[in-house]
């Protein structure tokens, strides 16, 4: 049977952790530590569940559903359709995309300085060069895993090694307000700002293609191989993101008031280097926010080509790579403004799918996943319209209601309710053929 090689297998690895590893992996997690301060680690367990913990299980759950479009049709394939193609479009140009820009702009901002000019200048360049690496999907493993990824983890030793040696602060601050009672939960939610287990969703068929051009074409080693990618990858996520998390901690005590990662990572490297500092994380975001611009166009495109082969897979890179330059000049503010409540839409129905795919022959049972997707995502769908101000008062009041809401996790019951109930209907419904 066709096998990956040691170090084959360690840079598809690398890639799908550069695929990751962009803008809000970069800065969620210092600011994460920022904030929570002395409850930082506490903190970190909840964002690792859900920043890490549940994209490497969306990997494995769509590399062994053979495609997301295939794990979304257990529930419907109407559902499937709607659910993959807001999946693509949040990571694509609505939201993902044009946040890598954005960050990694702000990043340039204290040494070029700012403005709109500047902003769509730097974004035309940035996609272009996105776009032209990603015309070649299946050779991200060698420019990315590498190359880039490598070069990456470096910079981010570089600095975090500084934080061990000249500590900018004796100790961790005192949390804020957010994560002052159950900051465990509250990183949990956090970790959803990483659009990462949106992301794993999507990401397989590029890896997959990546293991083929390495010379494997039987299904089942591009499943093994694409899986214990994504374990390689997690690895490297909990590693670096511990390192950020544990700078921003101490950055927040010493310079409180940051209102993003990125003030948090910016005051740290200034304090360690002084202006050398603002171009070794300068360095840091853009080729972070590059690499994973690359592999969002890159796998965007092949959902976009596999739906409408006449157009060719270079005309949507084109297309997403012009669409992603013009919302990525909202600014970073914005696109973070706007990101919340989509994700908070999308990500229980994601979570839910991704926890019934580990269930062996729970598909089998026809109601399971539509009741239990189902109820989720009308939870889901009226907390964030909620969020966003747009709500009907008594149905948003019934569902405020329901148990752990106040935490974020309102959709855990309804969850469970479709989940029994579409057990009973199932097995009801089975015994009722067998008698027929």
């Known amino acids: 049977m066709q096998k990956l090689r040691g170090h084959d297998l360690l840079f598809v690895g690398f890639t799908l952790f550069s695929m990751f590893f962009g803008a809000g992996n970069l800065i969620f997690p210092p600011f994460l530590g920022a904030q929570a301060g002395t409850n930082a680690w506490f903190a970190f367990l909840g964002f690792a569940a859900s920043a890490i913990g549940l994209p490497v299980l969306g ?3 769509v590399a062994r559903s053979r495609g997301l479009p295939a794990l979304a049709s257990r529930v419907h394939p109407y559902f499937s359709a709607v659910f993959t193609l807001l999946c693509y479009l949040s990571i694509g140009p609505c939201l993902a995309i044009p946040r890598t820009a954005s960050t990694s702009f702000e990043m340039l901002v204290p040494l070029v300085g700012g403005g709109a000019a500047k902003q769509l200048i730097y974004s035309v360049l940035f996609f272009a060069v996105a776009f032209f690496v990603a015309l070649k999907p299946e050779k991200l493993t060698d420019r990315l895993g590498k190359i880039l990824c490598p070069t990456l983890i470096v910079l981010i030793l570089v600095l975090f090694g500084a934080c061990l040696v000249h500590p900018v602060a004796a100790h961790y601050g005192e949390p804020s307000a957010a994560y002052a009672f159950l900051p465990t939960a509250d990183g949990f939610i956090a970790g959803y700002q990483t659009m990462d287990t949106i992301a794993a969703l999507n990401f397989g068929a590029v890896i997959a293609l990546n293991i083929r051009a390495r010379g494997i074409q039987e299904d089942k080693p591009v499943v093994r191989g694409t899986v214990r990618a994504g374990w390689i990858a997690g690895a490297v996520l909990l590693a670096v993101y511990a390192m950020l998390t544990h700078a921003g901690a101490l950055s927040g005590a010493a310079f409180p008031g940051g209102e993003t990662g990125a003030d948090t990572l910016t005051r740290l490297a200034h304090a360690l280097f002084g202006r050398p500092g603002q171009v070794l994380l300068a360095a840091i975001f853009l080729i972070a926010c590059l690499n994973t611009c690359i592999g969002l166009i890159s796998c965007v495109s092949e959902y976009f080509h596999g739906l409408f082969p006449r157009i060719p897979y270079v005309g949507f890179a084109a297309f997403f790579a012009l669409a992603s330059t013009v919302v990525s000049n909202i600014g970073l503010a914005g696109i973070i403004r706007l990101s919340t409540p989509v994700l908070n839409a999308i990500y229980p ?17 026809r109601w399971v996943y539509p ?21 009907i008062p008594l149905v948003t009041a019934l569902i405020g209601r329901l148990p752990l809401s106040a935490l974020g996790f309102g959709w855990v019951a309804p969850a469970l309710v479709g989940l029994a109930l579409g057990w009973f209907l199932s097995r009801r419904t089975e015994k009722l053929e067998k008698t027929q």
């Open 59 to 61: 990997v494995i759950a």
């Open 349 to 365: 129905a994601a979570i839910v799918l991704i926890a019934l795919s580990f269930v062996p022959r729970l598909e089998q049972h």
């Open 371 to 391: 009741l239990a997707v189902g109820f989720t995502c009308v939870q889901s769908v009226v907390a964030a319209l909620a969020q966003s101000g747009l709500s």
